[in-house]
C-alpha cells in the first residue's frame, strides 16, 4: 500500500484529501503545518507528498527545497495544491521540482489522476 503524506494548514481540506486517499486505498497520513510535514516525511519516507504552498512556519517551497536537499528525502514526488493559479506561481512550482501542481478547489478526481500518473 502506497504511503501519502498530505502537508495542508486548513484541517477542512487536509481531512478531505485524506479521505479521499483512504477511500482510494491509499495509507494517508496529513501534517498541519510545513515544519511537522517536513519531519514526518524524514521519519516515515511516504511515496508522495501532496502539499499547500501557503502555510505558517514553512511555506511549501520551502519544505520541498528541505526535502530535496536530504538525500533520504529528494526523490520523494511531490505535488503542489494551492489556492495560488498565476502561470508564474505554478512554473516557480514545477522550476523547483514539483511532480505536478493542481489548482484548489480540485476535485478527488483530479488528484487521483495526477498521483496515477506519478505513482
Known amino acids: 500500500m502506497k504511503k501519502i503524506l498530505v502537508i495542508e494548514d486548513e484541517a477542512e481540506s487536509r481531512e478531505m484529501f485524506l479521505e479521499c486517499l483512504k477511500e482510494e486505498g491509499f495509507c494517508a497520513i496529513g501534517a498541519a503545518n510545513g515544519r511537522v510535514g517536513v519531519q514526518i516525511a524524514q521519519e516515515q519516507l511516504p511515496n508522495l507528498v501532496i502539499c499547500d504552498i501557503k502555510m505558517p512556519e514553512l511555506n ?6 528541505t526535502l530535496r536537499q536530504n538525500p533520504a528525502t529528494a526523490k520523494i514526488p511531490l505535488i ?3 489556492a495560488g493559479t498565476s502561470d508564474v506561481e505554478r512554473r516557480y512550482g514545477i522550476e523547483l521540482g514539483a511532480n505536478d501542481y493542481l489548482i484548489k478547489p ?3 478526481d483530479d488528484l487521483v489522476t495526477a498521483i496515477a500518473k506519478i505513482c
Open 106 to 108: 480540485c476535485t478527488a
Open 60 to 65: 511549501g517551497y520551502q519544505v520541498l527545497n
Open 80 to 82: 503542489f495544491v494551492s
